[in-house]
Each structure stands twice: as C-alpha cells, then as structure tokens.
C-alpha cells in the first residue's frame, strides 16, 4: 500500500532505511530504464504487464497505482490482463485480475 504522503510504502522504506546502497542501486535502475522513447504511461503500463507475468503479486499492486498515477486507465489496465490471458493461461489472468482488483 501507498503511504498517506504518497509515496513508497512502508516496508519498502524501512527497507531501504536497512540497505540503503541496495535502494541508491533500485533508483539507478530505475532512472536507466526510464530513459528512451517510450512515454511514462506506457512504461508503466509496461511494467504492469512484466509484474503479472513473473505472477509477482506486490509488483502487481504497485504497478497497478503507479499506471493510474501516470494516467493510465482501468480500461487500459484490464486490457493489459486480458492480453495476458493468452500467453500466462486463464487460471493466472483471473490471479492478476484480482490482484489489480484490490487497487481499484
């Protein structure tokens, strides 16, 4: 879950807190995989679709809200599980579904 200030959640502070070198390395490749023409909402979008695949659930949610705060819509959002249905098998669509379910 976001924070109430909007940012990371709380474990991924604390996280961070406990490793920082490991979080200045996540923004790094983050920043990297940022760069290109691709504009923001696709990249989430993007993201979005990756974290369904790899079935990672937490990934999912984040994912999820940061797609909507990059302007991407629930519309936009279900096609990206619908796309995954024919490539991931139905059982792990109807996952993901729930997963961005718990966002909205």
Do not use: C
């Amino acid at each position: 879950m976001e924070s109430s200030t909007g940012g990371p959640p709380k474990a991924f502070r604390d996280f961070g807190a406990k490793f920082p070198k490991i979080a200045q390395a996540w923004d790094l490749l983050s920043e990297a995989g940022a760069t290109g023409p691709l504009d923001e909402k696709t990249q989430r979008l993007i993201k979005l679709a990756v974290s369904i695949g790899t079935r990672a659930e937490g990934a999912t949610h984040s994912a999820t809200r940061k797609a909507l705060k990059a302007g991407a819509t629930k519309e936009e959002i279900y096609q990206v599980v619908a796309l995954a249905a024919s490539t991931l098998g139905l059982p792990n669509a109807v996952a993901a579904f729930t997963w961005i379910e718990d966002m909205f």
